[in-house]
């Protein structure tokens, strides 16, 4: 009788070019996606120049005032009715930080100060003006 010779066992073998595929695709999302969320998120807004403007690292809450008069908070569009309820939830959840207003050069210096007096009765009680060094 004959005994069939069995066959070596294969050796379990780990494709890597189809998971290579994979995670190609994924970087090239993510550096998409997030080329995209930073050209959402910034406003364009054209600043004065200050020769004394200083950085700072404190928290702040941005109220941005562009040339044409539309308003954002932390660089979400909001209506101007709703600025003071807006800033007071989050004057509610950070109360110490700074109200920064990123207002456009050529915006109405009436709306500022509107907008600093919405942010006063909020609760806001330290602000800053954004500007550019020269």
Do not use: C
């Not at 950070?94 to 990123?102: A, E, G, M, S």
Request: zero cysteines; a positive charge; proline letters at 4%.
């Amino acid at each position: 009788m004959k005994i069939r010779q069995l066959e070596p066992p294969k050796k379990a073998r780990i494709e890597i070019i189809n998971m290579i595929d994979v995670i190609f695709f994924l970087l090239v999302f993510f550096m998409v996606t997030s080329a995209s969320i930073i050209a959402m998120k910034g406003i364009k807004v054209d600043l004065p120049h200050a020769s004394t403007a200083k950085t700072t690292d404190a928290k702040f809450i941005t109220i941005t005032l562009t040339k044409g008069q539309k308003l954002f908070v932390n660089g979400k569009k909001t209506n101007p009715d709703r600025l003071s309820a807006k800033l007071s939830q989050e004057l509610i959840e950070y109360p110490d930080d700074v109200v920064v207003i990123n207002a456009d050069r050529d915006s109405n210096y009436g709306a500022v100060v509107n907008i600093m007096n919405i942010s006063r009765e909020a609760g806001a009680t330290k602000f800053a003006i954004a500007a550019v060094t020269k």
